[in-house]
């Protein structure tokens, strides 16, 4: 009991995932600079940054909904730390993985979201409503793929718990190859669920200033980036946990084989966003619904087809 | 200073975010706070991030005399950024006036306005001059201002003018 309490709160949970989105911020940085033949900054970047934004005042806006406006950084931070539990770090299992956790962690990864929603919708700010609304409806649009691709390799598994899907796969490697196509549905959804280029509409810094955080400020400015960065940090985990299903059977050697997967992923979106620009809220809306979302639909049939034929 | 207090002041020492405000330049400077954040340059070395919104940003990097139409402006951003805050006059224009001084829609340098910390001189500065004066500015000024915003909280003494000015831009 102490000991599940000491891995939850310390490692692989809060304090790890706390340091590990620190250090997935830096190298996402460092490479992104890097790729525009930049210096880029130092290692503790983030955590100069953190520090910074503690020190600093907070400033709630007078027309701003006082409680709502400070809850939500807390909030958003602690739905994130609390789905990174379910997704396997050491070894094989989660620190706490039952049937059906890959739902709860999905729908955990959609509370930041709308925290940064509500977050622009209560700061009554031209510019943080525009941002909140792009936020609510890309929303919308890349949900639907990221849960079919999510649930796809759940689906040809046979099992809602990701640590089962991730022991099913380690089982059968050849059988992660099917869920290619998911995987890079996957990986786009999480580009644009996190709000970077090219799906950063919500946030355009260059047309409405910085989207739902422009009023934020101070320490409530450095929660709602620290749980952005963990969701990353989470999201990454759950790719690297349901479609990179590589194992060793040795708890620390798959720990750093976790580490690996977690960072060539992270590289993988940071190569995207440094390669393209920008794209328009309906531009975005049309990939989502019209190619997206069929593929993945198409993927989670023949997942359904291929579980009947292969008779799991 | 405690543990805690260093590391804030280590923090706003490494990370100066910046905002960029264009109070009547000719363009000139302004292009040179540009070339400054380039790949050539490389402000994120230093830390140095661009903003988009004041309430985030640390450094106020003002280009050009102010004038008249550009005042209030200035005044209501240097409100709405969160304490400690420093303002930075690139620019013989921002910070005397320059030649524009005496003009009939100009009301003078930056510090006619706001109180400014550091002075970049220069007719248009070059991107190495901001990069240095950015960077000794926070290393001279912020122990004293991690000091300045602790005795804030004790006395309050800007809360009312901060109050004044929190909702400012929400009115539009």
Redesign the interface.
């Known amino acids: 009991m102490l000991l599940d309490i000491l891995k939850i709160l310390l490692f692989p949970g809060f304090a790890f995932l706390a340091a590990y989105a620190f250090l997935l911020e830096y190298v996402d940085?460092k490479a992104y600079?890097r790729m525009?033949?930049?210096?880029?900054?130092?290692w503790?970047?983030p955590?100069?940054?953190?520090?910074?934004?503690?020190?600093?005042?907070?400033?709630?806006?007078?027309?701003a909904g006082k409680r709502t406006f400070a809850a939500l950084p807390v909030v958003s931070l602690a739905a994130v730390a609390t789905a990174y539990v379910s997704v396997p770090v050491w070894g094989r299992a989660a620190i706490v993985g039952y049937e059906g956790d890959l739902v709860v962690v999905l729908y955990l990864l959609s509370i930041p979201t709308i925290c940064l929603f509500l977050a622009g919708f209560s700061s009554?700010?031209?510019?943080t409503i525009m941002g909140a609304f792009r936020t609510l409806t890309q929303m919308f649009a890349y949900e639907v793929p990221l849960f079919i691709a999510f649930l796809s390799p759940a689906v040809l598994a046979g099992t809602w718990s990701i640590t089962g899907i991730l022991a099913f796969y380690a089982d059968r490697p050849l059988l992660a190859l099917v869920n290619l196509p998911a995987f890079f549905i996957a990986l786009l959804s999480a580009q644009s669920k996190l709000e970077r280029a090219p799906f950063d509409a919500p946030e355009a810094?260059?047309e409405i200033?910085?989207g739902a955080?422009?009023?934020?400020?101070?320490r409530y400015?450095a929660f709602m980036h620290a749980s952005a960065m963990c969701e990353l940090a989470v999201v990454t985990s759950a790719i690297a946990a349901l479609f990179l299903p590589v194992l060793t059977g040795f708890a620390a050697a798959d720990f750093a084989l976790y580490l690996i997967k977690t960072l060539a992923l992270l590289l993988l979106l940071t190569l995207l966003r440094a390669s393209v620009a920008r794209i328009r809220m309906d531009q975005m809306l049309n990939f989502c619904w019209m190619v997206m979302t069929p593929m993945a639909i198409i993927q989670i049939v023949v997942n359904l087809f291929l579980r009947g034929g292969l008779g799991l | 200073m405690g543990l805690v207090d260093k590391a804030i002041a280590w923090g706003g020492r490494n990370s100066p975010w910046i905002i960029h405000f264009n109070a009547g330049a000719c363009n000139g400077c302004d292009i040179e706070v540009v070339d400054a954040l380039t790949p050539r340059f490389d402000l994120e070395r230093l830390g140095i991030l661009q903003q988009g919104s004041p309430r985030h940003a640390d450094v106020l990097v003002v280009t050009g005399a102010v004038t008249l139409q550009t005042r209030e402006r200035l005044k209501e951003i240097y409100d709405q950024m969160s304490t400690p805050k420093f303002v930075v006059a690139v620019g013989t224009c921002a910070c005397s006036g320059g030649i524009f001084d005496g003009c009939y829609c100009v009301t003078g340098g930056v510090d006619a306005v706001i109180p400014v910390d550091a002075y970049i001189p220069g007719c248009a500065v070059r991107p190495e001059a901001i990069i240095h004066a950015v960077d000794a500015l926070l290393k001279a000024k912020l122990p004293k201002a991690a000091g300045r915003l602790k005795k804030d909280k004790k006395a309050k003494p800007d809360r009312k003018e901060d109050a004044a000015h929190d909702g400012a831009g929400n009115d539009q």
């Open positions: 940085r600079a525009q033949n930049r210096v880029g900054p130092p503790y970047q955590l100069a940054d953190f520090f910074k934004l503690l020190g600093k005042k907070v400033i709630i806006p007078r027309n009554h700010d031209v510019y810094e260059t200033v910085g955080l422009v009023e934020y400020s101070g400015l």
